[in-house]
Structure formats: structure tokens, C-alpha cells
């Protein structure tokens, strides 16, 4: 093929793809006016995240948290269990075939919910979206024959069917409610964490078991012949539910942002990619197979269309991928390296010989002539070796990191991003999104003095005698100064931490404050330097007030491990009225 030729049919294919990217933004500008029409700008909201409690890892959607529950702790979604045949006993669908059955009962939440509540279930799980299994039955029982259906969707639940899961919850929440005794070894606020911590549950799961258990609780106190708690169990009773709904709280709430009209390029990438599944559901009715059109459009429509739209735009974009790039233009340089390389037609071809021509011999000095083809054929054949060499090589060294676990990265990197998790400063990355400095303090002082409002960081009181041994009254001493030791300081510390991390720019003073009565010999400086001696080297002990230092040190543990670097917390010891500690930013 001639290079003229080659050019000609790469400036037909170009201008192909003009037209088509042309025709593509014109409907995206469309949508994005028909967005722009209807949205309005300037509403704050509350940014949530969705929260996997067993392993405390965070996603950014629910289907992403979904997944995760089925991968890592086996919780299939409830209509999985309805997948039974091709048929929906529900409205009586014959759909011919296992995926359209599951994709049906995906989205029409009245369907699954009247076959749950009839017990029409399985304890076989058909295999989930993505996986190989799906797609080779999906290939197997093809069909083009459209739905059929003999019967009605049923109609909507009042109340949604609760997974096995969120009931056993529930039990259990229950059961640890009504054994309660005077005294318990743990506090039933620290119970109950531990059971949100037991099960794969979201959110609003926990949230509704909580409120029903708070409204029966309430019931039952309030029926003078039942009465199974004293007052003061039932306060304990209200307390520990009212915890664990800002444990939740705290731990899925990320903040508030501001929402703005998106631009044309934001819109565009967001149609691109929007997960419509996890918005389906919000819709009142169960749209799957509609029995008429929406919108009936006139014959002759396409010949209307581009003369309406007019030339709305005339951009040239080049798409730049690794395939082109790295390889047709490795292969194109190898070709153009031949096709290029003749001095005087055929016959001067230079190859390895600079400005001169490739002789014939070492004796013979004169030009080979007649090598343009040979010449061609060897660059050809070095771009296949190159080839089947990287790919061979590439196969091998993919393979064995797939085997091995390691090809790709772990789900909270995949979460947080490759940016943000593995480049130096994560900071840089939110250039122009954080407010300046002094708005910053004014804001995360009056949202600190919101969150600390009637709360404080407690602690336990721990006594012992002269008769213990060193080993426990160094654990005794280090445990009265632990703030892990009460579930209500986890809760607390993670909206601090929050606080925080949503002003970079803040520095947290931590002021622990004491009378100056606190025990101080050999064996208080052993206990301490046992437990912060790994984590704060730099921290001395101080031996005017070691408790009220310890008290400081285990809350600045703690916020380190809700991601608050070390450096942007500051101690303060001061010998005075009262035993607490005092937060403050600056």
C-alpha cells in the first residue's frame, strides 16, 4: 500500500470520527441543558459514607458496600434467594431465562418482598453480578423472545421484609436488654457496639431494629403490669440505645458539603459513569418491562434531527490511549524506519552505515540496489518479535501476580484512590477545596464547641494496695488513664477526628488538667514509659501530673488511629482544679 494511500484512508477515518464525536457531544450539550433547567445550585447537604461495622472499612456507595458484604462476610441481597427457574411467581412472568429472573426481581423490590413473605425461597444462591458463572449462563439460555407475562404486579408492602440478618440483630439486642442485671461486667452500651460490630448491616438496617426496640422498649416500661426494668435500667436501657445511634451517626457521616451546578465536562463524566441501579429504587413503581411507549416519535425523525441541532459545536479532540501510542506508533516508527531510509529510490539504503549506502561486500564498496522489500519485511518481522517478546514476558509476570494475590491493590486503596493513598502530600490533592485558614479556625471552633457541648472524655477509677504485685498495679495505673477503656470516648473522638480532618489547617490542643495529688514513684514512671514510650519517644513523662499526661497521650493515640497525624495535636499539663481533659484549635 502506497503512502498516499495511507493517507487518504487515515484522513476518510478521522473525519468519520469527527462526525460521530460531533453527533455524541451535540446530544450531551442537550442533556446538559435539560440538567441545567432543572437544577438549582446552593444547597448544603450531608455527605454520607457507607460503612462496613465488622471490619470498619468505608465505601463510597452502597452497592460498593453491598458487594463487600457478600465477598468478605457472605450476605447476599435478599432478592438473590427468590432466583428460582425463569418464572416470577409474584406477577407471573415468564422471563426464559435465570438472569432475566434475577434482573426482575432486582428491581421490583413488591415482587421479592410477596415471594419472601409466601416462603418462596431457595438456599441455593445463583452466582452474582460479574461473576464467570453469570456470564456463562447468561450466553447458555439466551433468548430474544420478549417477557411474558399472565398475571399483575402485586402490589406494594407497607413494611419491607427485614433480612435474617438485621433479625438476628434484633434478637440479640433484645436479649441482652432483658437479662440485664444491676451490675453488668460490661456496660450494655459497650453490648451493643459489639453486636452492630457482629453482623453485616447498614446503616438504616441498624437504625430501624434500634427504633423498634426503643418503641417497644418504651411500651413495655410503660404497661404497669410488665414493667421489666427498675427506673434506672430503663434509663440505662434509653442511654445505651441513644449511644449506639450516635455511634452509628459518627461513624457513617463524613460532613456537609455545598452542592453547585455541575459543568458540561462534570456532567458529561458523570452520565458516563452513573451507577442508574442504585437509583432505580427510588422510583414508586416497579418499571421493568413497560407494556407502551413513553414517547412516540414522527417518521422521518433522523432526517430532522441534525438539521435542528445545527453545528453546535466544532471541537477536535485527539484521544490519547496506550494501545495507539505505545503501540501502532512503535509499530508505524519500525515501518517508517524502512519506508524512510532510501537516499536515491531503491537504490541507496543506508540501514546501519549513517550517510552511506549499505554496500555489497566488505570488498565490493558499491550500493546494494533491490532491497526495499527485504528491508521492509525485517522491520515487519522485529515489531512481531517485539510483540510476542513483551506479551510473553508481560503474560507471564501478570499471571503470577494475579496467582499470587497481587495484581491489584487492596479495596481501601481502590476506595480512596491511588492519588490520595500513595502520592506525597495527599493535601496537594485538595488544592482549592478547603476554605483559608481563618475561616477554617472560625468554623472548627464553634463545630468543636458543638460537638463537645455536655460531653467530656471519661475515664475509669482503678484502686489497688500495697500487697499487689508491680505487674498489675502498672496495668491498673495504665488502664485509669486508657480513654479506649469507655465505648462513649470512641464515638466522641471519631466526630473530633472528623472535625479535623475537615480543616487541615487546625491544630488540636489537648489540656489535661488535674489537682497535682496524683501518685508519681518508679513504678507510675514504668507504666507510662511501657505504654507511650513506643508511640511518643518525644513525650517525656511529666512528674508533676503523669496521670493527667497519660490521659493526654491515650486520646492522642486514639485520634492517630482515626487518622490525625501526631504533629498537628499538641500537649498541655496544668495543675489545677478538677481532673479532665480540655480540646481546643487553633
Known amino acids: 500500500m502506497s503512502p498516499e494511500r495511507i493517507k487518504r484512508r487515515a484522513r476518510k477515518r478521522h473525519q468519520e470520527d469527527f462526525v460521530k464525536y460531533k453527533v455524541d457531544e451535540a446530544t450531551s450539550v442537550c442533556l446538559w441543558t435539560l440538567y441545567r433547567t432543572v437544577n438549582e445550585g446552593g444547597k448544603t447537604e450531608e455527605v454520607r459514607r457507607y460503612k462496613c461495622f465488622m471490619c470498619d472499612k468505608d465505601f463510597k456507595n452502597r452497592a460498593g458496600l453491598g458487594a463487600h458484604h457478600y465477598k468478605s462476610h457472605g450476605r447476599w441481597a ?23 429472573l434475577e434482573d426482575h426481581l432486582r428491581a421490583s423490590h413488591s415482587c421479592s418482598q410477596q415471594l419472601i413473605k409466601q416462603g418462596l425461597c431457595t438456599k441455593v444462591i445463583q452466582p452474582g453480578y460479574g461473576s464467570r458463572r453469570r456470564r456463562q449462563v447468561e450466553i447458555e439460555q439466551f433468548t430474544p423472545a420478549a417477557p411474558q407475562r399472565a398475571g399483575s ?253 497481587k495484581l491489584r491493590i487492596d479495596e481501601e486503596t481502590e476506595e480512596a484512590g491511588m492519588d490520595l493513598k500513595q502520592h506525597s502530600p495527599p493535601k ?56 479506649t477503656e469507655r465505648e462513649e470516648n470512641h464515638v466522641l473522638l471519631k466526630e473530633v477526628a472528623a472535625i479535623l480532618k475537615k480543616y487541615p489547617s487546625l491544630t488540636l490542643r489537648l489540656k489535661g488538667i488535674s489537682s497535682g495529688r496524683g501518685q508519681n514513684n518508679h513504678i507510675t514512671e514504668a507504666a507510662f514509659t511501657k505504654d507511650f514510650e513506643k508511640d511518643f519517644p518525644s513525650e517525656p513523662l511529666d512528674k508533676r501530673e503523669p496521670y493527667a499526661h497519660g490521659r493526654v497521650l491515650s486520646i492522642k493515640r486514639m485520634l492517630v488511629k482515626e487518622g490525625i497525624k501526631a504533629d498537628r495535636m499538641l500537649s498541655e499539663i496544668v495543675v489545677a482544679s478538677g481532673s479532665k481533659v480540655e480540646m481546643t484549635v487553633e
Not at 432466583?83 to 432475566?100: D, L, P
Request: hydrophobic share 40%.
Open 428 to 483: 496537594a490533592y485538595a488544592i482549592g477545596q478547603a476554605p483559608p485558614k481563618e475561616k477554617q479556625l472560625e468554623q472548627g471552633k464553634e463545630e468543636l464547641e458543638k460537638v463537645m457541648t455536655g460531653k467530656t472524655v471519661v475515664f475509669n477509677d482503678y484502686s489497688w494496695s500495697h500487697s499487689d504485685s508491680q505487674e498489675s498495679i502498672e496495668k491498673k495505673m495504665q488502664q485509669a488513664w486508657d480513654a
Open 78 to 100: 435478599a432478592y438473590r434467594q427468590c432466583v428460582v427457574g425463569s418464572i416470577c411467581r409474584a406477577c407471573e412472568t415468564e422471563f426464559w431465562s435465570v438472569a432475566r
Open 153 to 405: 404486579a402485586p402490589a406494594r408492602l407497607d413494611e419491607g421484609h427485614w433480612s435474617w440478618w438485621q433479625q438476628t440483630f434484633y434478637q440479640e439486642v433484645c436479649q441482652v436488654l432483658h437479662v440485664m442485671g444491676e451490675e453488668e461486667e460490661m456496660p450494655i452500651s459497650a453490648q451493643l457496639f459489639q453486636l452492630i460490630r457482629k453482623h453485616p448491616l447498614f446503616e438504616e438496617e441498624i437504625r430501624e431494629a434500634l427504633d423498634r426496640i426503643e418503641a417497644e422498649a418504651n411500651a413495655l416500661q410503660g404497661d404497669p403490669d410488665v414493667q421489666p426494668w427498675s427506673e434506672q435500667q430503663f434509663r440505662i436501657v434509653r442511654e445505651a440505645v441513644e449511644l449506639a445511634r450516635q455511634f452509628v451517626s459518627a461513624a457513617t457521616t463524613q460532613g456537609t458539603v455545598t452542592t453547585e451546578a455541575m459543568t458540561r465536562q462534570s456532567f458529561r463524566d458523570t452520565v458516563k459513569d452513573y451507577d442508574w441501579q442504585s437509583v432505580v429504587h427510588c422510583c414508586p413503581d416497579d418499571y421493568v418491562t413497560r407494556s407502551s411507549s413513553l414517547f412516540i416519535l414522527a417518521e422521518g425523525w433522523e432526517a430532522v434531527w441534525p438539521a435542528e441541532r445545527g453545528e453546535l459545536l466544532n471541537i477536535a479532540v485527539v484521544k490519547v490511549d496506550a494501545s495507539p501510542v505505545h503501540g501502532f506508533c512503535g509499530v508505524w516508527g519500525l515501518l517508517a524506519a524502512g519506508l524512510f531510509d532510501w537516499g536515491k529510490g531503491f537504490d541507496h539504503y543506508h540501514a546501519w552505515n549513517g550517510f552511506s549506502c549499505k554496500p555489497v561486500s566488505d570488498t565490493d564498496s558499491s550500493c546494494m540496489t533491490a532491497i526495499g522489500g527485504r528491508a521492509i519485511a525485517a522491520q515487519a518481522i522485529m515489531a512481531l518479535v517485539i510483540i510476542l517478546w513483551a506479551g510473553t514476558l508481560s503474560g507471564v509476570a501478570f499471571f503470577a501476580l494475579k496467582m499470587t494475590g
